[in-house]
């Protein structure tokens, strides 16, 4: 368990070590700050003074090892748009983008897992068929298209539901959440569903084709023999190793989805990190697209950590190994 | 943490059973958001407009656009330079402050300071100095007919608070300073801010100690940026808000046949134009000599611009077209500059061809997509309509992020601009900003560098104007010059056009802002 | 034995079909019938494509779809056993009927518990609650021989040796008390030692708790060692059947004669195999001089210098982190292996899996380099201490012939280009069409047709596939040929052809060969001298009648006595 | 033009279902036209010349009021809506399949170095891979763009965004061809095939260019055709966020964004037709690509 955990934060480490570079590239270069920061007129002497305030005379190292510290310490730089603190922006957008997306994951979860086993199990029947169609035609519409036509038909056409923003929302301590309100919930079925649509047909195909994998496997063809019940065979022996990759893939997912409710939100003008990051790279501001970036790269990292660590307590060959 | 989750429960709950019985709340979105509170900072009518709601100017406009005094009750000039106010008494601020002429003096030192964003609003006001509690004098760079004008959007902040709160040096968007006043503000004007979250939306509650009487029946404004237009109208469609404002074009018949909506429209003060690259070279064709600077050629591009079917096809007929730089009811308007040369492509033809280019040239047209009503549409059509006369333009449209600053470095050959005269109302600013060469403060907005003497002359004498007839007729004078030298190729004037649910009266300015302190709600 | 008692498996006339996608059906099984009584093992053998493993299947109710049983009958203790539905009344699978794979690695489910996967059959069959299928766990693990049973228990498949793993497998198998288990290749996967161990095993639970044993084996020696009685498939047709001793010993068939031939014997070294057919000797025989007379040969004959001598080789491999600096794992493959081939004899290296006898290939035919010693080849280092880089005629002077004929041919090619490419580019012809010649006389050296050339691998059987492959090596007129297990993947009566092939090839060219094999009757049939390793040293090394005859080192002796094989049939030993 | 016709048997022989082959003729069709848009489209959509702005918004020729010469009407610049959708097609595939090919070149020989050589050149290449991996790609797309936007005024332009968009895509495809290559190349390196070129002394570029890459190529087909309706996806899914194709040049993504605002408005064929074709297109596509996977996935295969 060490081991493992030891190489996956040497791993992170060197993740996040190129992403800040990447940051710090793109905030250095990407946009003087010099030409973006002094008055239209300014002078020589003045645009000097201001590159010696802001310490861009300094070495690259000093500048990049200042960047670092400044960063580690929360402190991300003030969005060119928005005029606040780039840390205070993200913590505000979070709580949006985080909720969308466990709601987005826990209905691919709960919808996906049995539609893949029941297209895995009964590959040839009508319902896994139509499973099949339905989840192709799924993967082939964009998600603004999704989105649009379900605020046509559930906003527009029938008026049951909210077409955008996250509707009543709480303040717990920094954390505003939609949970505890009816408008919140309501707000979030649409939106919820859209994000969700993508990543259920993965799930179910992944859930599909490790199932299809796992029953032609030796040891389900020996407790065939063994004569177990075909039902005991299928829901506590195969769905368990199927869904062994399902954790590392739905962990992968989380990562993906953050961003991908890029999309879902400007449709949905959902006020979370993706709205931001689309705003952001309308607006150039730099600022926050380093951030984001930085941001996005540490979440995927703790979950991918996470991912691992809970990857060698649920399978035995990596527990032992690490023990 | 126990006890803080306690009373959000309570507050969830309280929002979950709903406001007051008499509780009148606006909830309405524009496709932009609030770009800071600090009314220093920035030079943008939208946020201007939406912090009119919290603070209040010296001088304000009427429902009829008139100045009338606002927390300053009378005004007189004691020389040709100073101008005496006196103040209103027992004013309040949000937090409680009473209102003084220190914190006059303490807003208008800020907005001087050199690095305040809308230091340019205020540019020939040299000082205000104290004279007792409630009365001020305001010192300007000689005579100057427009303080007024300038004063009606320029907003007062409390002093105490301020220095409280380490903000007496302003803001600056441009520049990225932020104080805490950029994220609070504390005005004495009719409503409060209760929230403000960029991207997600800003709340409004009814300021019940406002000093004036209130026109509105609302105790709550709830906004939201909602950019997609699409979206905006479904939710306004969907009962989600109240107000839509901008409401797009090209869905106005669909809401005003909804049952339940209604389209209110105006025609705007914005004026959209052509700004043209005077300079030797075009960028589209380096090293050759630039046709824009043959005046034959730039009527021949007017000619070959279908205003009228632009306007019934992009603008779907809610524009106006117009022949000259300001709108009709700004002063410096003459009916007789308001003339487009007529669509004739044979005649533009034509004229490329004695200007010696009759097979057409190349030149880059630049255009935003975010910023006037259909502009990146209206520049397709006229890159279309251009390319049937041989002029290959270019288009490239962007975002008004980069576009702005792109073009105030001048580089574009032809770009759009929109022109609203604000915030003085008043056809001078075309001068001082669009038609003189950029210095002594003057020709800010000129990106073409057009430069013509008898306007440089005209724009000085009128600067220090005080007889406003004399005023007026040397404005539109130089307007004519404009018009004659084809300065700019003006297109349309831009209709001010806002969706509303039955039941919600709101009035409309065709200066585009949105005063929801005139509004009322059933 | 009681001859009357009721037959625990009787198969009838069975014929299994697989409808093919193009209409047609597949006959994987035809008319076969065969009895087992308690306590009896009968074994099923045959080669690839024999339809044993599918009877093993049908048996097992593993019969997959779309296979249908077109005709015939099983009965199961008597009972009529309906294998597409995997049941009989009576009878329940994994109670009455226990099975056993091969792959032991595989067969367990790698995320339950040894006790999980023991105790849910009985939980289900013998509706024992959990203590007493947990006590009778702990029983079976100690009935088929693991240490330390209790510990075992509680661990997962892969904290377990490959041979431990089996006999979890046969645990389970017996869990139920089955009157009935069907053992597919049980020890195929595991080496001689252990294979040993696994066959007594077996033997022991038939003699002692009179279960009948189906034993579906490709391995004549294994059935010579346990087997009462045997049944030998060919194409899906049962071809002799009888006691072991009879059959083995006196064959009626051909095919069955051809076949009990075709095993090598490690008792006695015969010249050649005999083998079905004719290999198209006149043809070959030409050509092969052919080669000889273009491959510019100094000498002739065995000659006494060494063509190749390996001294003191070691090997180490090690996994490298992926941090620099993070020292990986440390192994020894090859620990101070001393050797050396004569000219023009075939030397062969012998040993169990992970002995590090592929490895000293490897490092011969240049693949891997050696961490310490040296190869000399005629004197020149070629490997390890004072070499250079390979190039040229030392290249040339030494090719490799490979144990996968699947793998060992790019599919992705015609068998012309593979077989041109090291002449083309050791420049062995002056044109194209010199080139395209020579492969021509290599495949007629090989014992195929010319118009091989023009297709591609998959056209080709196992065999011929190992052919083209000992073509291509012949074809950079090589003067020593490491040959990697070179019939380890064939069947026996393909063994048999390949191994003549090799030996007449040496014969009329005068080649030198270093056979590396872990089947000491191959070695006893093929080698001149043989070294016997283990981990990673040589433990005895001897002229091959020598080191067979009167084995010195006790692990010699050990694996000699461990082999099963044909002249050791059950029943005569015990007669004997 | 063989290649197109002989495809559809290719696919009989190799034993595909009906609804595969039909997808696959429809793909094949829909492509074909995109590639001659030129030549099939009434009008030319990129000639700013053409179209009137008088046509604007003239709905499908078998509506009520449609205008004959318009079959799917024409969008709000008067363009026909079906030369634009020809058009568009063109772009939306001309920038998938060079995503996919910029993709695939890069990602085959990373990840045949990585496979064969392994050691610290894989390390290197899998690190790299795995940052990569780190953000999705709609993410990656987007900062690549804005990032070229930012410090390259032209990059926004009929002629530049195509190539910016490729490379935007590009960039995180290309890790999933490495990674399948780099696993097969072990795979293939491992085997006795290449263990004889290597014993006949072949010098490495052809052991992996004549031996190793025709062996590891069908999965790389298989990905890419996954990745080809992926791409497109991704580049309608830009567009339709603002940073991809301009209007003057517009994809079927851009023309969705367009459609977009006009939904409410009665105008519903300016979304809906682009959006149809973008779905059909993409769907024909995948269905191909899903069936090739469980095709050459030996995985799925049912075992005999």
């Known amino acids: 368990m060490f081991k493992v955990l030891l190489s996956r934060l040497g791993q992170a480490a060197l993740v996040m070590l190129v992403v800040s570079a990447v940051s710090f590239v793109m905030f250095r270069y990407v946009g003087d700050p010099v030409a973006t920061m002094s008055r239209e007129n300014a002078s020589v002497e003045e645009k000097a003074e201001l590159r010696r305030s802001l310490g861009l005379d300094q070495p690259l190292a000093v500048q990049y090892g200042r960047f670092l510290t400044r960063t580690l310490s929360g402190d991300l730089g003030i969005s060119y748009r928005n005029q606040r603190p780039v840390t205070a922006l993200i913590a505000e957008r979070l709580p949006a983008t985080l909720e969308l997306v466990i709601v987005a994951t826990i209905l691919s979860l709960a919808l996906g897992i049995p539609l893949g086993v029941l297209c895995a199990l009964k590959p040839d029947g009508i319902a896994a068929r139509l499973v099949q169609a339905v989840s192709l035609i799924g993967i082939s519409t964009p998600t603004f298209v999704t989105g649009i036509v379900l605020i046509l038909v559930f906003a527009v056409s029938l008026g049951w539901l909210p077409s955008f923003g996250r509707g009543q929302v709480v303040d717990l301590g920094w954390w505003s959440t939609g949970f505890l309100t009816v408008s919140g919930w309501k707000s979030l079925i649409l939106p919820g569903i859209t994000l969700a649509l993508y990543q259920l047909t993965l799930i179910m195909r992944l859930v599909r084709a490790e199932m299809i994998d796992v029953l032609s496997s030796d040891y389900i063809r020996f407790a065939k023999a063994r004569g177990l019940p075909t039902r005991y065979i299928h829901f506590r022996l195969a769905l368990r190793n199927a869904l062994m990759p399902v954790i590392t893939v739905t962990g992968l997912q989380i990562g993906s989805l953050i961003a991908f409710a890029i999309v879902t939100e400007t449709v949905f003008q959902w006020p979370g990190m993706g709205l931001l990051f689309i705003q952001a790279v309308s607006f150039v501001d730099i600022p926050v697209m380093a951030a984001y970036l930085l941001f996005v790269g540490l979440l995927f990292v703790l979950i991918n950590t996470v991912v691992d660590i809970l990857y060698a307590v649920v399978d035995p060959r990596l527990r032992a190994r690490s023990a | ?522 | 034995m009681n001859a009357h008692s009721t037959p625990v498996l009787a198969i009838d006339s069975l014929r299994v079909e697989y409808p093919l996608a193009n209409g047609s059906v597949f006959t994987a099984v035809e008319n076969a019938s065969l009895v087992i009584q308690p306590g009896e093992i009968h074994a099923l053998v045959g080669e690839s494509g024999a339809g044993k493993t599918t009877i093993g299947n049908t048996v097992m109710g593993l019969l997959e779809k779309p296979g249908r049983i077109a005709s015939g009958s099983i009965r199961i203790d008597g009972k009529a056993f309906d294998a597409t539905k995997g049941s009989a009344a009576g009878i329940v699978l994994g109670r009455d009927v226990g099975a056993i794979f091969q792959d032991p690695m595989t067969s367990l489910n790698p995320l339950f518990t040894i006790e999980d996967q023991l105790m849910e059959a009985m939980r289900f069959h013998l509706k024992l609650d959990k203590a007493a299928a947990s006590a009778r766990a702990l029983e079976l693990l100690e009935s088929v021989g693991i240490p330390e049973p209790r510990r075992r228990l509680k661990a997962y498949p892969h904290q377990l040796s490959g041979g431990q793993r089996q006999r979890v497998v046969i645990a389970a198998a017996l869990s139920c008390n089955p009157k009935l288990v069907v053992a597919d290749e049980p020890t195929t996967a595991l080496d001689v030692s252990v294979q040993s161990q696994i066959l007594k095993l077996l033997r022991d639970l038939a003699d002692s708790r009179g279960i009948g044993i189906l034993l579906v084996t490709h391995n004549m020696g294994v059935v010579a060692q346990i087997a009462d009685r045997v049944t030998i498939m060919h194409r899906g047709k049962v071809i002799e059947t009888g006691s072991t001793q009879e059959v083995l010993r006196h064959p009626k068939a051909t095919y069955a004669r051809a076949l009990i031939g075709a095993v090598p014997r490690i008792d006695q070294r015969l010249d050649r195999f005999p083998v079905l057919g004719d290999e198209g000797k006149g043809r070959a025989e030409e050509a092969r001089a052919e080669l000889r007379a273009k491959a510019e040969r100094q000498e002739a004959g065995v000659d006494e210098a060494p063509i190749l001598s390996v001294e003191n080789l070691c090997v180490d491999y090690t996994t490298s982190g992926w941090l620099p600096g993070s020292a990986g794992h440390r192994f020894r493959a090859v620990d101070g292996v001393s050797f050396s081939v004569r000219s023009g004899e075939v030397f062969g290296l012998v040993g169990e899996s992970g002995c590090g006898k592929t490895t000293i290939a490897n490092v011969v035919s240049g693949l891997v380099r050696p961490t310490a010693g040296r190869v000399t080849y005629r004197g020149q280092s070629i490997a390890g201490e004072g070499a250079t880089h390979r190039v040229g005629p030392l290249r040339q002077a030494i090719q490799m012939i490979f144990q996968d004929p699947y793998s060992s041919l790019n599919s992705r090619m015609r068998i012309g280009s593979i077989l041109s490419e090291p002449i083309l580019f050791y420049r062995l012809a002056g044109s194209r069409a010199e080139a395209e010649s020579d492969v021509a006389r290599l495949i007629e050296a090989v014992g195929l047709e010319v118009d091989a050339a023009q297709r591609f691998p998959h056209a080709f059987s196992g065999g011929q596939r190992q052919r083209l492959s000992i073509a291509r090596a012949l074809g950079a007129r090589p003067k020593l040929i490491v040959c990697d297990e070179p019939t380890s993947s064939l069947d026996v009566s393909v063994q048999a052809q390949i191994l003549n092939l090799l030996k007449d090839l040496r014969d009329a060219t005068g080649l030198t060969l270093l056979l590396i094999s872990h089947d000491l009757a191959v070695v006893r049939q093929m080698c001149d001298r043989v070294a016997v390793m283990r981990q990673g040293q040589i433990v005895e090394q001897a002229e091959s009648e020598t080191l067979f005859e009167n084995p010195q080192h006790p692990y010699t002796q050990e694996l000699l006595s461990l082999v099963p094989t044909l002249d050791r049939i059950r029943g005569e030993t015990q007669a004997a | ?304």
């Open chain 2, 1 to 522: 943490m126990k006890a803080r989750l306690f009373a959000s429960l309570t507050v969830a709950a309280g929002a979950l059973m709903g406001m007051p019985a008499e509780a009148k709340t606006l909830r309405w979105a524009s496709p932009t958001d609030i770009t800071t509170l600090d009314p220093y900072a920035h030079t943008e009518s939208f946020t201007t407009s939406m912090l009119h709601h919290v603070f209040d100017p010296l001088v304000r406009r009427s429902r009829a656009l008139e100045l009338e005094p606002a927390l300053a009750v009378s005004w007189k000039t004691v020389k040709p330079d100073t101008w005496r106010f006196e103040l209103r008494r027992n004013v309040k601020f949000h937090n409680g402050n009473p209102f003084t002429s220190d914190d006059v003096v303490a807003s208008i030192n800020r907005i001087l300071d050199p690095g305040a964003r809308a230091r340019g609003n205020l540019a020939t006001v040299v000082k205000a100095e104290k004279v007792d509690d409630f009365t001020i004098d305001i010192v300007t760079k000689g005579p100057y007919p427009l303080l007024l004008n300038d004063l009606a959007g320029i907003y007062i902040l409390d002093k105490e608070w301020m220095e409280a709160n380490g903000a007496l040096k302003p803001g600056n968007i441009a520049t990225g300073v932020t104080t805490a006043a950029s994220t609070a503000a504390i005005g004495t004007g009719p409503f409060k801010v209760e929230s403000y979250k960029p991207d997600a939306g800003t709340t409004f509650v009814v300021n019940p100690e406002w000093w004036d009487k209130p026109q509105h029946n609302l105790t709550r404004i709830e906004f939201k940026p909602v950019k997609s237009d699409a979206t905006r109208v479904a939710a306004l469609l969907s009962g989600e808000l109240d107000l839509i404002a901008p409401a797009p074009l090209q869905d106005l018949q669909r809401i005003s046949s909804s049952q339940g909506f209604k389209v209110i429209e105006e025609p705007s003060l914005r004026l959209i134009m052509l700004s043209l690259n005077f300079r030797p070279e075009l960028k589209a064709m380096p090293g050759q000599k630039n046709p824009l600077l043959d005046v034959k050629v730039r009527q021949a591009m007017w000619h070959a611009i279908d205003l009228d079917t632009i306007k019934k096809r992009v603008m779907r007929d809610k524009s106006r077209n117009t022949g000259t730089l300001v709108a009709p009811p700004v002063p410096g308007y003459a009916k007789d500059n308001d003339v487009p040369l007529a669509y004739n492509q044979a005649k533009a033809k034509q004229l490329l061809t004695e200007a010696g280019f009759p097979n057409g040239f190349k030149t880059k047209l630049n255009c935003p997509n975010d910023r006037y009503i259909n502009d990146e549409q209206t520049c397709v059509a006229i890159a279309s309509m251009w390319a049937k006369v041989g002029i290959q333009a270019e288009l490239q449209s962007e975002s008004r992020a980069t576009y702005f600053p792109r073009q105030d470095r001048g580089e574009f050959d032809v770009s759009m601009v929109g022109w609203a005269t604000l915030p003085p109302m008043d056809g001078f600013s075309v001068l001082s900003s669009l038609l003189t060469e950029q210095k002594d403060g003057y020709g800010g907005s000129n990106a073409g560098t057009y430069s013509n003497p008898k306007v440089e002359e005209l724009t000085r004498a009128a600067a220090v104007e005080l007889d406003e007839a004399k005023r007026r007729a040397m404005l539109a004078e130089a307007l004519k010059v404009a018009w004659d030298t084809v300065a700019y190729i003006p297109l349309h004037q831009q209709p001010v056009a806002w969706a509303v649910r039955d039941g919600v009266d709101v009035p409309q300015f065709p200066d585009e802002y949105v005063r929801l302190w005139f509004a009322t709600v059933k």
């Open chain 4, 1 to 304: 033009m063989k290649t197109l016709a002989s495809t559809p048997s290719l696919f009989i022989r190799l034993g595909a279902p009906i609804s595969v082959i039909l997808a696959a003729v429809l793909a094949l069709f829909l492509v074909a036209c995109a590639l001659l848009a030129s030549w099939i489209a009434p009008y030319d959509p990129t000639d700013l010349a053409s179209f009137e702005l008088i046509n604007a918004e003239l709905p499908p020729a078998f509506t009520a009021d449609g205008d004959p010469r318009f079959l799917l009407g024409t969008d709000n610049q008067g363009r026909d809506l079906l030369s634009a959708m020809l058009y568009g097609a063109r772009v939306s595939i001309a920038i998938g399949g060079g995503a996919v090919l910029l993709a695939a070149t890069l990602g085959v020989t990373l990840g045949l170095l990585a496979g064969y050589f392994g050691g610290r050149v894989d390390a290197l290449i899998m690190r790299v891979a795995d940052v990569i991996l780190s953000f999705p790609t709609i993410l990656l797309a987007l900062l690549v763009s804005g990032i070229a936007r930012a410090i390259f005024p032209g990059a926004a332009t009929a002629e530049w965004a195509p190539i910016i968009l490729i490379c935007a895509i590009a960039i995180h495809e290309w890790v999933q061809y490495a990674r399948t290559v780099r696993a097969a190349t072990m795979v293939e390196t491992a085997k006795d095939y290449v263990r004889a070129a290597k014993v006949i002394g072949l010098p490495v570029r052809r052991i992996m260019l004549r031996h190793i890459l025709p062996n590891v190529m069908s999965p790389v087909l298989v990905i890419s055709t996954i990745n080809l309706a992926a791409a497109v996806l991704t580049e309608a899914t830009l567009s339709f966020l603002g940073v991809g194709m301009p209007p003057t040049y517009p994809s079927l993504g851009t023309l969705i964004r367009i459609g977009n605002e006009f939904v409410f408005s009665g105008i519903w064929w300016i979304a809906l037709f682009p959006a149809l074709a973008l779905v059909t297109l993409v769907l024909a596509v995948n269905i191909v690509g899903d069936w090739l996977r469980d095709r050459f996935n030996p995985k799925l295969r049912v075992k005999r």
